[in-house]
């Protein structure tokens, strides 16, 4: 497949934590995604990376920040969690031509 | 930003039969994905056609790029076909997909 993998797949977790949540590839691809999926909304992109320590804001991006330190990984972090971060994280990665592949998500439940 | 619209957004199927979804963009764009997401949540490539038509066993895309929409149509449909069905553009070439609202489909049998 396109060889990504999401940790964790299903995180519940309380108001005000910090959460953290990685993506990791196999394929050495230069652009990886973190997009948000929510009833009524679709998915919505938050973060993007074109490269190690290049990274931009997507259309939802207040309340997180990325890294990515290494190719392979791109890591999400949710600072101080909130109720309204709950929701359903993918992760993507694009290969030549602009194709994106998704990854297998990451249920997160923020009571 | 650029506008995705989907149609219909529901659409019941009895096996075997034939559909046809629409995807409505309000801009010009250089890329264009069709995804099936899966009653387990995976989303599934299905086709990258920015322009064009393109095939692939029951499932058949084409995109009317100057014209600002796109088509998929499946034939004989399945059980396993239930799901949402997403159309995604992006506009500039950074790379950014822009999802519609998605039509979910569910095909009985």
């Known amino acids: 497949d396109a060889g990504i993998t999401q940790s964790p797949r299903h995180k519940v977790t309380e108001t005000g934590t910090p959460v953290t949540l990685r993506c990791h590839q196999t394929e050495n691809h230069r652009y990886m995604y973190w997009y948000r999926q929510d009833p009524g909304h679709g998915l919505r992109l938050i973060h993007y990376s074109y490269g190690v320590k290049d990274t931009d804001k997507g259309e939802v991006s207040d309340g997180y920040s990325v890294s990515r330190s290494k190719t392979e990984d791109f890591l999400l972090t949710l600072e101080s969690a909130t109720s309204s971060q709950t929701s359903v994280y993918f992760c993507?990665?694009?290969?030549?031509?602009?194709?994106?592949?998704f990854g297998p998500g990451t249920r997160l439940t923020v009571l | 930003g650029i506008q995705v619209e989907q149609s219909p957004p529901d659409l019941i199927l009895q096996e075997g039969a034939n559909s046809t979804l629409r995807c409505n963009f309000s801009d010009s764009v250089n890329n264009l994905q069709w995804f099936h997401q899966n009653p387990w949540g995976q989303l599934i490539n299905l086709f990258y056609i920015p322009s064009g038509t393109k095939q692939n066993g029951r499932l058949s895309a084409t995109t009317v790029a100057t014209e600002r929409y796109s088509l998929l149509y499946i034939s004989s449909s399945q059980t396993t076909d239930s799901g949402v069905y997403f159309c995604?553009?992006?506009?500039?070439?950074?790379?950014?997909?822009?999802f519609g609202g998605g039509t979910r489909l569910m095909v009985k049998p």
């Open positions: 995604a553009v992006e506009r500039d070439a950074g790379n950014m997909l822009t």
């Open positions: 993507a990665i694009s290969r030549v031509r602009n194709e994106q592949f």
